[in-house]
DNA sequence: CGATTCTTTGAAAACAGTCAATCTGTGTGG
DNA sequence: CCACACAGATTGACTGTTTTCAAAGAATCG
Protein backbone atom coordinates (compact mmCIF):
# COMPACT_ATOMS: atom_id res chain seq x y z
CA UNK A 1 0.00 0.00 0.00
CA UNK A 2 2.78 2.62 0.25
CA UNK A 3 3.25 2.55 -3.26
CA UNK A 4 -0.31 4.80 -3.53
CA UNK A 5 1.64 7.14 -1.26
CA UNK A 6 4.65 6.81 -3.60
CA UNK A 7 2.52 7.68 -6.35
CA UNK A 8 0.58 10.84 -4.99
CA UNK A 9 4.02 12.17 -3.68
CA UNK A 10 5.28 11.52 -7.32
CA UNK A 11 2.60 13.41 -8.49
CA UNK A 12 3.27 16.51 -5.92
CA UNK A 13 7.36 16.99 -5.62
CA UNK A 14 10.72 15.06 -7.10
CA UNK A 15 11.58 12.33 -5.14
CA UNK A 16 14.30 10.40 -5.46
CA UNK A 17 14.80 6.20 -4.88
CA UNK A 18 17.00 7.24 -1.67
CA UNK A 19 14.12 9.30 -0.13
CA UNK A 20 11.29 7.46 -0.96
CA UNK A 21 13.03 4.88 0.83
CA UNK A 22 13.83 6.89 3.90
CA UNK A 23 10.17 7.81 4.01
CA UNK A 24 9.21 4.31 3.83
CA UNK A 25 11.21 3.50 6.23
CA UNK A 26 10.00 5.78 8.80
CA UNK A 27 6.17 5.13 8.03
CA UNK A 28 4.57 2.19 8.95
CA UNK A 29 0.96 0.96 7.34
CA UNK A 30 -2.33 0.01 9.47
CA UNK A 31 -5.22 -2.00 8.30
CA UNK A 32 -8.66 -1.33 9.68
CA UNK A 33 -12.02 -2.99 9.61
CA UNK A 34 -14.89 -1.08 9.05
CA UNK A 35 -16.62 0.15 12.11
CA UNK A 36 -13.61 0.20 13.97
CA UNK A 37 -11.87 3.63 15.92
CA UNK A 38 -8.85 5.11 14.50
CA UNK A 39 -9.10 7.88 17.63
CA UNK A 40 -11.31 7.90 20.12
CA UNK A 41 -12.37 11.46 22.42
CA UNK A 42 -10.35 11.27 25.26
CA UNK A 43 -7.12 9.90 23.71
CA UNK A 44 -4.13 11.94 22.24
CA UNK A 45 -3.84 11.23 18.41
CA UNK A 46 0.01 10.69 17.89
CA UNK A 47 0.31 10.29 13.90
CA UNK A 48 0.56 12.09 10.75
CA UNK A 49 -2.02 10.09 8.89
CA UNK A 50 -2.68 9.51 5.37
CA UNK A 51 -5.20 7.53 3.79
CA UNK A 52 -4.22 4.64 1.16
CA UNK A 53 -7.49 3.33 0.71
CA UNK A 54 -10.78 2.88 1.82
CA UNK A 55 -13.17 5.88 4.18
CA UNK A 56 -13.12 7.46 7.55
CA UNK A 57 -15.09 9.63 9.46
CA UNK A 58 -13.54 12.26 11.88
CA UNK A 59 -16.65 13.64 14.25
CA UNK A 60 -17.14 14.91 17.55
CA UNK A 61 -20.14 14.36 19.77
CA UNK A 62 -22.01 17.59 21.48
CA UNK A 63 -23.16 17.27 25.18
CA UNK A 64 -26.83 16.06 23.91
CA UNK A 65 -25.11 12.91 22.47
CA UNK A 66 -25.30 13.80 19.08
CA UNK A 67 -22.90 13.37 16.27
CA UNK A 68 -21.44 15.60 14.09
CA UNK A 69 -18.92 15.54 11.03
CA UNK A 70 -16.06 17.22 10.92
CA UNK A 71 -14.68 15.88 7.82
CA UNK A 72 -14.45 12.45 5.43
CA UNK A 73 -11.19 10.83 4.42
CA UNK A 74 -11.02 9.11 1.42
CA UNK A 75 -7.90 7.59 -0.35
CA UNK A 76 -5.20 10.16 -0.91
CA UNK A 77 -6.15 12.68 1.85
CA UNK A 78 -4.94 13.20 5.13
CA UNK A 79 -6.55 12.73 8.74
CA UNK A 80 -5.91 12.70 12.25
CA UNK A 81 -6.40 15.33 14.62
CA UNK A 82 -4.04 17.86 14.22
CA UNK A 83 -4.86 19.95 17.40
CA UNK A 84 -4.19 17.00 19.83
CA UNK A 85 -1.27 15.69 17.81
CA UNK A 86 0.23 19.74 18.21
CA UNK A 87 -0.48 19.95 21.81
CA UNK A 88 -0.45 16.52 23.49
CA UNK A 89 -3.46 16.82 24.52
CA UNK A 90 -6.99 14.61 24.35
CA UNK A 91 -8.82 14.84 21.36
CA UNK A 92 -12.45 15.98 21.09
CA UNK A 93 -12.68 14.09 18.31
CA UNK A 94 -13.07 10.56 16.98
CA UNK A 95 -12.35 8.88 13.71
CA UNK A 96 -14.06 5.76 12.90
CA UNK A 97 -13.59 3.55 9.68
CA UNK A 98 -16.32 3.68 7.31
CA UNK A 99 -14.77 1.09 4.71
CA UNK A 100 -12.08 -1.43 5.12
CA UNK A 101 -9.14 1.00 5.28
CA UNK A 102 -5.24 1.06 4.67
CA UNK A 103 -3.37 4.04 6.49
CA UNK A 104 0.24 5.13 6.75
CA UNK A 105 1.06 6.04 9.59
CA UNK A 106 3.86 8.68 10.46
CA UNK A 107 5.34 9.15 14.15
CA UNK A 108 5.58 12.76 15.03
CA UNK A 109 9.24 12.49 15.21
CA UNK A 110 9.67 10.78 12.40
CA UNK A 111 7.56 12.98 10.01
CA UNK A 112 9.67 16.00 11.78
CA UNK A 113 12.95 14.26 10.14
CA UNK A 114 11.43 13.70 6.42
CA UNK A 115 10.48 17.54 6.73
CA UNK A 116 14.40 18.24 7.73
CA UNK A 117 15.54 15.78 5.37
CA UNK A 118 13.12 16.40 2.06
CA UNK A 119 12.70 20.65 2.17
CA UNK A 120 9.91 19.62 -0.81
CA UNK A 121 8.33 17.45 1.53
CA UNK A 122 8.00 20.10 3.87
CA UNK A 123 7.07 22.77 1.40
CA UNK A 124 4.16 19.82 0.10
CA UNK A 125 2.92 20.07 3.78
CA UNK A 126 2.82 23.66 4.44
CA UNK A 127 0.56 23.74 0.61
CA UNK A 128 -1.62 21.23 1.85
CA UNK A 129 -1.95 23.19 4.88
CA UNK A 130 -2.52 26.07 3.64
CA UNK A 131 -5.39 24.86 1.27
CA UNK A 132 -7.21 23.16 3.93
CA UNK A 133 -7.35 26.19 6.36
CA UNK A 134 -8.97 28.04 2.96
CA UNK A 135 -11.09 24.74 2.99
CA UNK A 136 -11.92 25.63 6.53
CA UNK A 137 -13.04 28.99 5.70
CA UNK A 138 -15.01 28.20 2.57
CA UNK A 139 -16.92 25.82 4.55
CA UNK A 140 -17.44 28.58 7.59
CA UNK A 141 -19.24 30.95 4.76
CA UNK A 142 -20.92 27.91 3.18
CA UNK A 143 -22.44 26.90 7.05
CA UNK A 144 -23.32 30.94 7.73
CA UNK A 145 -24.86 32.11 4.20
CA UNK A 146 -25.98 28.82 2.40
CA UNK A 147 -29.48 27.50 3.02
CA UNK A 148 -29.66 23.79 3.23
CA UNK A 149 -30.31 23.11 -0.24
CA UNK A 150 -27.39 25.44 -1.41
CA UNK A 151 -25.12 23.82 1.17
CA UNK A 152 -26.03 20.26 -0.11
CA UNK A 153 -25.64 21.09 -3.68
CA UNK A 154 -22.34 22.70 -3.08
CA UNK A 155 -21.25 19.46 -1.52
CA UNK A 156 -21.94 17.21 -4.18
CA UNK A 157 -20.67 19.35 -6.72
CA UNK A 158 -17.00 19.28 -4.32
CA UNK A 159 -17.02 16.15 -3.01
CA UNK A 160 -18.29 13.99 -5.85
CA UNK A 161 -16.53 11.07 -4.70
CA UNK A 162 -17.61 11.51 -1.08
CA UNK A 163 -21.13 11.68 -1.88
CA UNK A 164 -21.97 8.61 -3.26
CA UNK A 165 -19.67 6.53 -0.59
CA UNK A 166 -21.15 7.73 2.58
CA UNK A 167 -24.82 7.24 3.78
CA UNK A 168 -26.91 10.23 3.97
CA UNK A 169 -27.80 11.18 6.55
CA UNK A 170 -23.40 11.19 7.47
CA UNK A 171 -23.70 13.81 4.58
CA UNK A 172 -26.02 15.70 6.69
CA UNK A 173 -24.56 15.34 9.86
CA UNK A 174 -21.59 17.16 8.01
CA UNK A 175 -23.33 20.00 6.61
CA UNK A 176 -25.82 20.43 9.95
CA UNK A 177 -29.24 19.45 9.20
CA UNK A 178 -31.41 16.75 9.93
CA UNK A 179 -31.44 13.57 7.87
CA UNK A 180 -35.00 14.31 6.63
CA UNK A 181 -34.88 17.52 5.83
CA UNK A 182 -31.76 16.51 3.81
CA UNK A 183 -33.99 14.09 2.56
CA UNK A 184 -36.75 16.21 1.55
CA UNK A 185 -34.75 18.66 -0.12
CA UNK A 186 -33.17 15.99 -2.39
CA UNK A 187 -36.61 15.11 -3.76
CA UNK A 188 -37.07 18.47 -4.41
CA UNK A 189 -34.06 18.61 -6.17
CA UNK A 190 -35.24 16.06 -7.95
CA UNK A 191 -37.15 17.96 -10.66
CA UNK B 1 2.95 52.25 16.99
CA UNK B 2 5.46 49.75 16.19
CA UNK B 3 5.92 49.22 19.84
CA UNK B 4 2.78 47.60 20.38
CA UNK B 5 4.27 45.00 17.56
CA UNK B 6 7.48 45.30 19.85
CA UNK B 7 5.56 44.01 23.02
CA UNK B 8 3.84 41.49 21.34
CA UNK B 9 6.66 39.62 20.13
CA UNK B 10 8.66 39.81 23.30
CA UNK B 11 5.70 38.43 25.16
CA UNK B 12 5.97 34.89 22.52
CA UNK B 13 9.70 35.11 21.87
CA UNK B 14 13.25 36.19 22.62
CA UNK B 15 13.88 38.77 20.42
CA UNK B 16 17.16 41.03 20.52
CA UNK B 17 17.69 45.15 19.69
CA UNK B 18 18.94 44.12 16.13
CA UNK B 19 16.42 41.89 15.41
CA UNK B 20 13.41 44.21 16.28
CA UNK B 21 15.32 46.74 14.04
CA UNK B 22 15.39 44.33 11.68
CA UNK B 23 11.81 43.63 11.76
CA UNK B 24 11.48 47.21 11.97
CA UNK B 25 13.04 47.91 8.91
CA UNK B 26 10.87 45.48 6.61
CA UNK B 27 7.38 46.31 7.62
CA UNK B 28 5.65 49.90 7.93
CA UNK B 29 2.74 51.57 9.51
CA UNK B 30 -0.40 52.63 7.67
CA UNK B 31 -3.07 54.38 9.34
CA UNK B 32 -6.64 53.75 8.49
CA UNK B 33 -9.71 55.79 9.45
CA UNK B 34 -13.37 54.52 9.90
CA UNK B 35 -15.15 53.32 6.83
CA UNK B 36 -12.02 52.77 4.85
CA UNK B 37 -11.65 49.88 3.00
CA UNK B 38 -8.33 47.92 3.25
CA UNK B 39 -8.64 45.71 0.88
CA UNK B 40 -11.50 45.08 -1.73
CA UNK B 41 -13.45 41.93 -3.59
CA UNK B 42 -11.05 41.58 -6.88
CA UNK B 43 -7.82 43.10 -5.44
CA UNK B 44 -4.91 40.72 -5.04
CA UNK B 45 -3.83 40.82 -1.28
CA UNK B 46 -0.30 41.25 -0.83
CA UNK B 47 0.79 41.91 2.74
CA UNK B 48 1.16 40.31 6.56
CA UNK B 49 -0.53 42.51 8.92
CA UNK B 50 -0.97 42.78 12.15
CA UNK B 51 -2.98 45.17 14.20
CA UNK B 52 -1.49 47.63 16.22
CA UNK B 53 -4.61 49.69 17.12
CA UNK B 54 -8.39 49.80 16.17
CA UNK B 55 -11.03 47.19 14.34
CA UNK B 56 -11.54 45.69 11.29
CA UNK B 57 -14.06 43.15 9.80
CA UNK B 58 -13.40 40.85 6.54
CA UNK B 59 -16.56 39.70 4.82
CA UNK B 60 -17.66 38.21 2.12
CA UNK B 61 -20.63 39.17 -0.23
CA UNK B 62 -22.81 36.62 -1.59
CA UNK B 63 -24.93 36.48 -4.81
CA UNK B 64 -27.94 38.06 -3.46
CA UNK B 65 -25.95 40.66 -2.17
CA UNK B 66 -26.01 39.64 1.61
CA UNK B 67 -22.53 40.52 3.48
CA UNK B 68 -20.96 37.22 5.77
CA UNK B 69 -18.70 38.31 8.31
CA UNK B 70 -15.44 35.88 8.04
CA UNK B 71 -13.69 37.41 10.89
CA UNK B 72 -13.27 40.51 13.57
CA UNK B 73 -9.36 41.72 13.84
CA UNK B 74 -8.55 43.92 16.55
CA UNK B 75 -5.39 44.94 18.06
CA UNK B 76 -2.67 42.12 18.30
CA UNK B 77 -4.28 39.96 16.24
CA UNK B 78 -3.32 39.18 12.16
CA UNK B 79 -5.60 40.49 9.41
CA UNK B 80 -5.48 39.63 5.69
CA UNK B 81 -6.27 37.02 3.02
CA UNK B 82 -4.05 34.12 3.36
CA UNK B 83 -5.16 32.55 0.22
CA UNK B 84 -4.97 35.68 -1.89
CA UNK B 85 -1.79 36.53 -0.40
CA UNK B 86 -0.05 32.68 -1.10
CA UNK B 87 -2.08 32.08 -4.25
CA UNK B 88 -1.69 35.86 -6.55
CA UNK B 89 -5.15 35.48 -6.91
CA UNK B 90 -8.15 37.87 -6.75
CA UNK B 91 -9.73 38.42 -3.08
CA UNK B 92 -13.12 37.34 -2.54
CA UNK B 93 -13.15 39.20 0.38
CA UNK B 94 -13.36 42.91 1.71
CA UNK B 95 -11.56 44.11 4.58
CA UNK B 96 -13.39 47.12 6.20
CA UNK B 97 -11.93 49.33 9.16
CA UNK B 98 -14.24 49.98 11.57
CA UNK B 99 -12.54 52.24 14.35
CA UNK B 100 -9.56 54.29 13.05
CA UNK B 101 -7.17 51.86 13.21
CA UNK B 102 -3.08 51.38 12.77
CA UNK B 103 -1.59 47.93 10.99
CA UNK B 104 1.71 47.13 10.48
CA UNK B 105 2.28 45.79 7.21
CA UNK B 106 5.05 43.45 5.70
CA UNK B 107 5.63 42.42 1.91
CA UNK B 108 5.59 38.47 1.31
CA UNK B 109 9.06 39.19 0.20
CA UNK B 110 10.33 40.93 3.40
CA UNK B 111 7.97 38.80 5.73
CA UNK B 112 9.92 35.70 4.50
CA UNK B 113 13.33 36.88 5.12
CA UNK B 114 12.74 37.72 8.70
CA UNK B 115 11.08 34.13 8.86
CA UNK B 116 14.59 32.94 7.70
CA UNK B 117 16.43 35.01 9.49
CA UNK B 118 14.44 34.52 12.78
CA UNK B 119 13.78 31.02 13.49
CA UNK B 120 12.16 31.87 16.77
CA UNK B 121 9.68 34.52 14.52
CA UNK B 122 9.10 31.43 12.19
CA UNK B 123 7.94 29.00 14.95
CA UNK B 124 5.55 31.98 16.17
CA UNK B 125 4.06 32.48 12.99
CA UNK B 126 3.41 28.72 12.41
CA UNK B 127 1.80 28.50 16.09
CA UNK B 128 -0.07 30.99 15.29
CA UNK B 129 -1.27 29.62 12.23
CA UNK B 130 -2.33 26.01 13.67
CA UNK B 131 -3.92 27.86 16.57
CA UNK B 132 -6.14 30.00 13.83
CA UNK B 133 -6.55 26.56 12.01
CA UNK B 134 -7.84 24.94 15.59
CA UNK B 135 -10.60 28.23 16.14
CA UNK B 136 -11.67 27.32 12.51
CA UNK B 137 -12.66 24.11 13.21
CA UNK B 138 -14.43 24.89 16.51
CA UNK B 139 -16.31 27.28 14.41
CA UNK B 140 -17.26 25.10 11.89
CA UNK B 141 -18.38 22.61 14.76
CA UNK B 142 -20.48 25.74 16.44
CA UNK B 143 -21.95 26.48 12.89
CA UNK B 144 -23.04 22.75 12.42
CA UNK B 145 -24.23 21.93 15.92
CA UNK B 146 -25.24 24.75 18.27
CA UNK B 147 -28.46 26.52 18.37
CA UNK B 148 -28.33 30.39 17.58
CA UNK B 149 -28.44 31.23 21.30
CA UNK B 150 -25.41 28.54 22.02
CA UNK B 151 -23.97 30.11 19.09
CA UNK B 152 -24.41 33.49 20.64
CA UNK B 153 -23.23 32.74 24.49
CA UNK B 154 -20.40 30.73 23.07
CA UNK B 155 -19.33 33.72 20.91
CA UNK B 156 -19.38 36.70 24.07
CA UNK B 157 -17.73 34.04 26.39
CA UNK B 158 -14.83 33.30 23.45
CA UNK B 159 -14.76 36.93 22.67
CA UNK B 160 -15.77 39.62 25.28
CA UNK B 161 -13.50 42.45 23.63
CA UNK B 162 -15.05 42.25 20.20
CA UNK B 163 -18.49 41.58 21.47
CA UNK B 164 -18.99 45.25 23.43
CA UNK B 165 -16.84 47.14 20.66
CA UNK B 166 -18.93 46.04 17.49
CA UNK B 167 -22.50 46.46 16.70
CA UNK B 168 -24.46 43.57 16.73
CA UNK B 169 -26.15 43.33 13.62
CA UNK B 170 -22.70 42.61 12.83
CA UNK B 171 -22.16 39.58 15.18
CA UNK B 172 -25.43 38.08 14.24
CA UNK B 173 -23.49 38.26 10.72
CA UNK B 174 -20.46 36.84 11.94
CA UNK B 175 -22.65 33.46 13.37
CA UNK B 176 -24.99 33.26 10.33
CA UNK B 177 -28.11 34.37 12.05
CA UNK B 178 -30.66 37.66 11.13
CA UNK B 179 -29.88 40.36 13.21
CA UNK B 180 -33.76 40.42 14.61
CA UNK B 181 -33.07 36.73 15.56
CA UNK B 182 -29.88 37.65 17.76
CA UNK B 183 -32.21 40.53 19.31
CA UNK B 184 -34.85 38.26 20.41
CA UNK B 185 -32.55 35.79 21.71
CA UNK B 186 -30.34 38.36 24.19
CA UNK B 187 -33.86 39.64 25.25
CA UNK B 188 -34.85 35.75 26.54
CA UNK B 189 -30.85 35.57 27.71
CA UNK B 190 -31.49 38.61 29.72
CA UNK B 191 -33.36 36.50 32.31
C1' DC C 1 -30.25 69.46 16.10
C1' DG C 2 -30.82 66.44 12.22
C1' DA C 3 -29.27 62.44 9.91
C1' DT C 4 -27.72 58.13 10.02
C1' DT C 5 -27.01 53.87 12.06
C1' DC C 6 -28.38 50.46 15.22
C1' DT C 7 -31.71 47.85 17.92
C1' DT C 8 -36.07 46.29 19.03
C1' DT C 9 -40.75 44.72 18.19
C1' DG C 10 -44.81 42.58 15.89
C1' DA C 11 -47.08 39.58 12.73
C1' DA C 12 -46.89 36.42 9.06
C1' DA C 13 -44.61 33.11 6.38
C1' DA C 14 -40.99 30.00 5.41
C1' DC C 15 -38.07 26.72 7.04
C1' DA C 16 -36.10 22.98 9.63
C1' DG C 17 -36.41 19.69 13.43
C1' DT C 18 -38.65 15.82 15.85
C1' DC C 19 -41.07 11.63 16.32
C1' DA C 20 -42.98 7.73 14.53
C1' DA C 21 -43.97 4.77 10.87
C1' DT C 22 -43.03 2.71 6.58
C1' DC C 23 -40.26 1.31 2.78
C1' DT C 24 -36.00 -0.33 0.60
C1' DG C 25 -32.04 -2.80 -0.06
C1' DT C 26 -28.26 -5.65 1.79
C1' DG C 27 -26.29 -9.18 3.95
C1' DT C 28 -26.13 -12.95 7.40
C1' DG C 29 -27.23 -17.13 9.55
C1' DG C 30 -30.17 -21.04 9.77
C1' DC D 1 -32.23 -20.36 -0.58
C1' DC D 2 -35.15 -18.18 2.37
C1' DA D 3 -36.25 -15.48 6.32
C1' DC D 4 -34.93 -12.20 9.18
C1' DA D 5 -32.43 -8.50 10.96
C1' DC D 6 -30.40 -4.26 10.18
C1' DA D 7 -29.04 0.00 8.35
C1' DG D 8 -30.49 3.55 5.57
C1' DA D 9 -33.97 6.47 3.22
C1' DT D 10 -38.33 8.36 2.87
C1' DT D 11 -42.79 10.19 4.32
C1' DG D 12 -46.44 12.44 7.16
C1' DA D 13 -47.99 15.24 10.81
C1' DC D 14 -46.73 18.30 14.07
C1' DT D 15 -43.93 21.56 16.57
C1' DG D 16 -40.69 24.89 17.14
C1' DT D 17 -37.41 28.10 15.40
C1' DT D 18 -35.83 31.51 12.25
C1' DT D 19 -36.51 34.70 8.56
C1' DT D 20 -38.70 38.42 6.41
C1' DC D 21 -40.82 42.78 6.09
C1' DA D 22 -42.20 46.84 8.01
C1' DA D 23 -42.20 50.04 11.49
C1' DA D 24 -40.94 52.33 15.49
C1' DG D 25 -37.52 53.51 19.21
C1' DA D 26 -32.86 54.41 20.79
C1' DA D 27 -28.34 55.82 20.32
C1' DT D 28 -24.60 58.09 18.09
C1' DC D 29 -22.12 61.33 15.25
C1' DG D 30 -21.08 65.30 12.77
Known amino acids: MFE ?3 KYLSDKIAVSKEELDLIQSLGFIKKLRKKQYLLQEGDVWKYHCFVCKGCLRTYRTDEKGQEHIMTFSIENWWAGDRESLLSGKPSVSNIEVLE ?10 NFEIIQQRIPAFKAM ?3 I ?4 FNASQNRI ?8 EEKYTSFINKYPQIFNRVPLHMIASYLGVS ?3 LSRIRKQAAK
Open 4 to 6: VFQ
Open 100 to 109: NTEVLLFTKE
Open 125 to 127: IED
Open 129 to 132: LARS
Open 141 to 148: HAAISYTA
Open 179 to 181: AET
